[in-house]
């Protein structure tokens, strides 16, 4: 064992070394994801909250913005296994998480798992599939297992769904239910490139780039499952004041009160704002919660837990200008 790693007790099926810094080991994946990917380093840091956090991701953008290849990336950064759904209109559930066939030569039925039992699993295009195979990831993303046949399977640990998704206003979409989109824990949204960024990808294509090689693209492992056990056992250290959660609290309570908005954020979304601001403070090195960590972790956390009024969307108002109004709006702790 070199002076760089070390070994901890972890569940069963965590390798157990792990870097001496977790911390820089994690940060260190945004550098191998920026082999494959230009720009999008908020992204990136959002995933990784999402794992920090055991909690789903859910990536927005218009075709062509590199959401796939930013998960793919990200899971070849951590040495972990993932498995790719493209979502369809003629996508069953079972084809999410397997089935029961027969076995001709054992003479029963046997379970064949599905693309679930994996630890990231790239949900692409999740609002081009039917109401009905998108609810087949409910269980999965809140219980972490699968249920068929009346037999649970729990779900390999760490376990998150990174889901793409374009831009509802898109034809061939189908809107996910409030109920499906309070369970991810942050709604990332992933802009075209500025102008510079956009070149960059170019001239990486010019030169032999090849977005489904990754290996060649020289990503290397820079963060382990392990190293996500550690952090994660760190991270529930992090000091949260009595301010600090009072503050979370009247965030949350204020969405309600908003006259664009039909539904506020739900006690879960507050839940879940803390939990990804715990996270991001301790990447920044830091054992406590800020009232800045919050509002940098606001819009990510709690865009899509909020439903505007018809008559606001008419008028062009955004989730993210409610929530900029909210943040104004509430006083902030000293």
Known sequence: MTDSTRTVSAPAGVTAIVTADPRAALLAVRTEVAKAVVGQDAAVTGLVIGLLCRG???????????????????????????KRIQFTPDLMPGDVTGSSVWDPHRAEFIFK???????????????????KTQASLLESMEERQVSVDGVSRPLPDPFIVAATQNPVEYEGTYPLPEAQLDRFLLK?????????EEHAVLTRHMNGFDPRDLVGAGIRPAATAADLEVARRSIATVTVSREISTYVVDLVRATRQSPSLRLGVS???????????????????????????VKALARPALRHRVVLRPEAELDGVTADSVLETVLASVAVPR
């Not at 991701?57 to 296994?81: C, H, Q, W």
């Not at 798992?113 to 109401?131: K, Q, Y």
């Not at 715990?278 to 406590?288: H, V």
């Open 56 to 82: 789903h991701v859910l990536i927005e953008g218009v075709p062509g913005t590199a959401k796939t290849l930013l998960v793919r990336s990200l899971a070849a950064a951590l040495n972990m296994d993932t």
């Open 113 to 131: 798992p599905g693309p679930v039992f994996t630890n990231i699993l790239l949900a692409d295009e999740i609002n081009r599939t039917p109401p």
């Open 188 to 196: 990332l949204t992933v802009p075209v490139p500025s102008r510079d």
């Open 267 to 293: 006690p879960r979304g507050g839940v879940a704002l803390l939990n990804a601001a715990r996270a991001w403070s301790w990447l920044a090195g830091r054992d406590y919660v800020t009232p800045d960590d």
